[in-house]
């Protein structure tokens, strides 16, 4: 399982991925986390990187989770994306790109 994670705030990126290593260490599955530390990073490997999930910041510099999603739809149609935020600002986004 190859799981992008993109988050802005270090802290927030060291937690997010701690729990993520946790869970599947537990369940023993076989994966990797790549992390990303703004979309545009992430957006830029999609073409030739394959996710089975991606973990997204909703509020970051420059492009947003949210766009970053309506893109990863583009390349990554059944892919799960998990928004990673307290924020019910953009609840009906994501709705729109199918967020888990």
């Known amino acids: 399982m190859h799981i992008a994670v993109c ?7 060291e937690n997010i991925t701690e729990l993520i290593r946790n869970v599947l260490d537990e369940r023993r ?3 990797r986390v790549t992390v990303f530390e703004n979309a545009e990073k992430l957006l830029a490997v ?3 990187s394959r996710f089975n999930v991606f973990f997204l910041d909703i509020y970051m510099k420059g492009i947003t989770g949210v766009q970053a999603a309506y893109e990863i739809r583009k390349s990554h149609p059944a892919s799960p994306i998990v928004f990673t935020t307290s924020s019910p600002d953009y609840m009906a986004e994501g709705f729109d790109v199918a967020a888990a």
């Open 7 to 13: 988050e802005d705030n270090m802290d927030d990126l």
């Open 29 to 31: 599955v076989e994966y």
């Open 46 to 48: 999609l073409s030739h």
